[in-house]
């Protein structure tokens, strides 16, 4: 690269010199006038020392010149090149005497000369300089580009006398420049555009739809079970498997639609000019159907399916922004309706998410002013009739709706990870009521709902405070029980065993809640080293029904017996069910039958006046 003056610089100092020049040949001119008047001897001396210094003029301009990196040439108006330097010959491939007296046709390929004679003609005729970027074809093939400034020249009467070129080789910058570009707009793993060049082409979409008086559809795609195979087989595998997948998603659209990953293994179709809401419903079609065959992955086949959000501009959202998020809650619940579908974006998603967000906020300051409160279910002793047990339940009184399930919020302090605040309460205003009872009936205990969010590694802190509160001197081991779900081993980040280890160790016993529904397996049973089994309602229910599963129940409860686990059977409404499991060995009972969730005011006064029977 040549010396770091800016092109106007550069111009200027060329300018002088082609003026100085000119107005020296014009003082010449004067000269020899003048000399033709005397006589012809002193006429020879002059055409001498007149040609010598022209050569000598000549010699300075072009070593001048020539000792520039940049491109330069000077051409009289007719187009013809007067002057040009060695880094002008070079980049072209021509010698000095191939180029003087010829015009660009004879230098550059047909197109890209009329192209120069174009803009050429329009700085002289305009009489102002002009700069620009321009990628010319060498004779070898080889494309590079020219910073290319071209400025007018003048005599000193103001005629127009040619133009100056000069040419600097970005090639390199711009090679770089695009590089850059393209880090910033694509994702380099799949090579399709990125989140920032998605925004950008979908601003583009909704301008142009506008224009057009149509619809654009926006498809979220996220594969679903990626993180299996990125977590099993590693993340070179998982990464082919994005590339493929991205590859198949491209193939079931149209040149003019957009594909671009949003990170992960969520990707982002943009379909345009989009006259009938069907043809994205067939491009979702289309891509789940493709992504459900099987993955070729280096030595193995993977599967995955696809869950698909369909929205669409102006219908669902009217920015881009907006759209990208009607499209992710269209996906989730394609999600949560069992994966490998779509789901269009609707008014009343957008209604419930505004709604969901407003319970998260009610939800985090509940947390702050305790406005929850404890119910508490007895659990009764099949042997005795007696209520041994109570499973505290949790409430929220809401301040406008009243009293919320905590069906509707337990999940969603769970997303927000509230959840570990609000079980602590839960947890110590149980073992509050645990202590006063078991002071009262002895072996009396509660037990308390645990959510797999409570044992990852960020909620530590509360699970120390509730073994040192389960240590404390007043409240006798076995005060307390933790109900955990079979799901807690899949979602969390810790060592589930060595916490359960240190919970056992401390006395509180460990529950499996809801046992039936998730894997149901014997073998956690073993692995988890659990001291209660809780049959699930679901279980429960289908009980007293023709065909029910009544030998399915007594098999689990001889199971459990032998690994030493007793079984509580939940949701419990009728004597029937009451009856069919005494029958088959069950060891505790919890349900409408005996009673319902009650406040622990009320489930005290009953256990005082030793009405805890049935
Ligand atoms: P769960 O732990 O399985 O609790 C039993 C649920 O079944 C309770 O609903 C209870 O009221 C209900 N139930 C009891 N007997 C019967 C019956 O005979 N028939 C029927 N149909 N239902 C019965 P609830 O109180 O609405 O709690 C729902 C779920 O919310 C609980 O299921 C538990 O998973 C969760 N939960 C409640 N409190 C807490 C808590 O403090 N922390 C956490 N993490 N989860 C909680
Ligand atoms: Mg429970
Ligand atoms: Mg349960």
Known sequence: MGPDFTPDDRLGALLELVND??????????????????????????????RERTD?????????????????????????????????????????DQVLGRTVHDVLPG??????????????????????????????????????????????????LGLVGIGRDVTQKKQADDLIWKQANFDTLTGLPNRRMLRERLEHEIRQADRARCSVGVLLIDLDHSKEINDTLGHKVGDDLLVEAARRISACTRESDTVARLGGDEFIVVLTRLNDARHAENVASKIIARLAEPFQLQDT????????????????????????KSADQAMYVAKRQGRNRFSYFTQSLQTAAYERQRLVNDLREAIAQGAFHLHFQPIVDVATGHIHMAEALVRWDHAVRGAIQPEEFIPMAEETGLIVQLGDWVFHEAARWAERWAALIPGF???????????????????????????????????????????????????????????????IEVAIDDFGTGYSSLAYLHRFDVDLLKID??????????????????????????????????????QRQADLLAGAGCDSMQGYLCSRPIPPEQLEAILRHGAHGR
């Not at 020049?21 to 005397?38: G, M, S």
């Not at 086949?301 to 990208?324: C, H, K, N, R």
């Not at 899949?490 to 160790?505: E, G, N």
């Not at 679901?538 to 007793?566: N, W």
């Open 537 to 574: 309602q679901a279980f429960v229910a289908s009980l007293d029904k023709d065909g029910g599963e009544t030998a399915l129940c007594e098999a689990i409860i001889v199971m459990a017996h032998k690994l030493g686990v007793k079984v509580v059977a939940e949701g419990v409404e009728t």
């Open 445 to 507: 205990q509660v037990s308390v709902n645990v959510s797999p969010v409570q044992f990852r590694a960020e909620a530590a802190r509360s699970r120390a405070s509730w073994i040192a509160r389960a240590r404390d001197s007043l409240m006798p081991p076995h005060s307390l029980v933790i109900e955990i779900t079979e799901g807690l081993i899949l979602h969390t980040d810790v060592d589930v065993m060595s916490v359960l280890a240190s919970l056992r160790a401390a006395g």
């Open 21 to 50: 020049y000119y107005e020296q040949v014009e003082r010449d001119r004067v000269l020899i006038e003048n000399a033709l008047a005397v006589n012809s001897e002193e006429l020879e001396s002059l055409y001498e020392k007149l």
């Open 301 to 324: 086949v993977g599967y995955v399916s696809a869950s698909v959000g369909i929205t669409t501009y102006p219908q669902d959202a009217q920015d881009v922004e907006d759209l990208l």
């Open 111 to 160: 197109e890209m000369a009329d192209e120069v004679t174009r803009i050429e003609q329009e700085v002289l005729s305009s009489r102002a300089p002009d700069l620009r970027e321009q990628w010319i074809e060498l004779s070898n093939g080889e494309r590079r580009c020219l910073e290319m400034l071209r400025a007018p020249y003048f005599a000193s009467d103001g005629t127009t």
């Open 56 to 96: 000598a003029e000549r010699a300075v301009l072009r070593s001048l010149t020539t000792s520039v990196p940049d491109l330069l040439f000077v051409k009289s108006v007719d187009g013809v090149y007067r002057t040009c330097n060695h880094a002008f010959e070079r980049m072209l491939g021509l010698r000095e």
